[in-house]
Every structure is written in structure tokens, then in C-alpha cells.
């Protein structure tokens, strides 16, 4: 035999050899590879959660909570009338001493809607307001610097008061104005 044929033979023979042991493997499905092999997957290992003990035993958490309802109700019935009249903001600051005005502000939550480096913008917004029946003021602050004119809406006693004229003044399609809920305090 030449040569070049017995090479030709044992290179056909290794061929075949090769395609017996791959065919199965290839031409099985996972599940008949998995069988062939003897190959399982373990089940997942169970995991327990762990017990977390509260730290304040239910006896302090209730007379806390009995403490809280009372505080409330004690505030509750504190809690005075709103007052109707938007504060006064000078245009010009006087040196005169101002006396109490009667329906001066309680501490509260206020609305901040714009804030404008002219006074004039600041102004011409609160009258647009007051026009559409807000109760809107300005205060000028001093910060890094610079002067600003912030725009407020309100006051109003409860937060949730403040939260509710924010959004009114968000769905308000004349101003659309997206403001922020600030502590006020006078």
C-alpha cells in the first residue's frame, strides 16, 4: 500500500472514530446529554430568614404612640383660625419701626414659587397672584452673595394645606407654577 493512500485510510478512520463520539452528543437533546453523562443539578439549598428581634419592646412603642395622639390632639386644639390677609412687603424698607399688625402670620408652611433677581419681576408676580385671588407675597434674601426676590403663596397651618396649594398652583393653567413647601415662620 502507498503511502499516501494508508494515510488517507487512517485519517478516514479517525473521522469516523471522532463522528461516533460526537454525533450523540450533538444530535441529543439537553435532558439525553444530561442522562448520558449521569449529570444532575442539585436542588437549591433552602435559605431560612432570620428572626429580627424589635428593638423597642411593643410596650414603649404604644405609650409612644399614646404619647403622639395626645400631642396632637393637644395641638389640635390649639391651633387658631387662618388667617385670611396676605402679609404686607414694603416696597422700600422704611427705618421706622412697623407695629404688630393684628393678623400677622403663624408659624406654618409657606409656598415658594419663583425667585427673580429684579424686584420689579418679583412684584408684578405677586400682583398677578393677588389678582387671581392667591394670597402671595415677596421677601428679598441675601445668599452667596447675591440678592434674590422669593415669591411665596400662603401661609397655611398645616403641611397639609401647603401641599394641597401647591398643586393647585401647578394645575392652575394661568401660572402652572411648580412650587416648593417651606417652613414658614415669621
Request: charged share 25%; aromatic share 4%; glycine share 4%.
Amino acid at each position: 500500500m502507498h503511502l499516501r493512500t494508508r494515510q488517507r485510510v487512517i485519517g478516514l478512520l479517525l473521522l469516523l472514530l471522532l463522528a461516533a463520539i460526537l454525533a450523540p452528543l450533538v444530535l441529543r437533546t439537553p435532558e439525553q446529554v444530561r442522562l448520558a453523562l449521569d449529570m444532575s443539578i442539585p436542588e437549591a439549598p433552602r435559605i431560612s430568614e432570620p428572626e429580627i428581634a424589635p428593638v423597642v419592646s411593643e410596650e414603649e412603642q404604644a405609650a409612644t404612640d399614646r404619647q403622639i395622639d395626645e400631642e396632637q390632639q393637644q395641638v389640635a386644639a390649639a391651633e387658631p383660625e387662618p388667617r385670611v390677609a396676605p402679609p404686607v412687603v414694603e416696597e422700600e424698607p422704611s427705618e421706622a419701626p412697623q407695629p404688630a399688625a393684628q393678623d400677622a402670620p403663624q408659624p406654618g408652611f409657606t409656598v415658594q414659587v419663583a425667585s427673580f433677581s429684579d424686584v420689579a419681576n418679583a412684584q408684578a408676580l405677586v400682583a398677578r397672584l393677588r389678582e387671581a385671588g392667591y394670597s402671595a407675597y415677596h421677601r428679598e434674601v441675601r445668599q452667596d452673595g447675591n440678592t434674590w426676590q422669593r415669591v411665596f403663596v400662603g401661609p397655611e397651618i398645616k403641611r397639609e394645606r401647603a401641599e394641597a396649594l401647591r398643586q393647585r398652583l401647578a394645575d392652575d393653567k394661568a401660572f402652572a407654577l411648580e412650587g416648593l413647601v417651606r417652613s414658614f415662620v415669621p
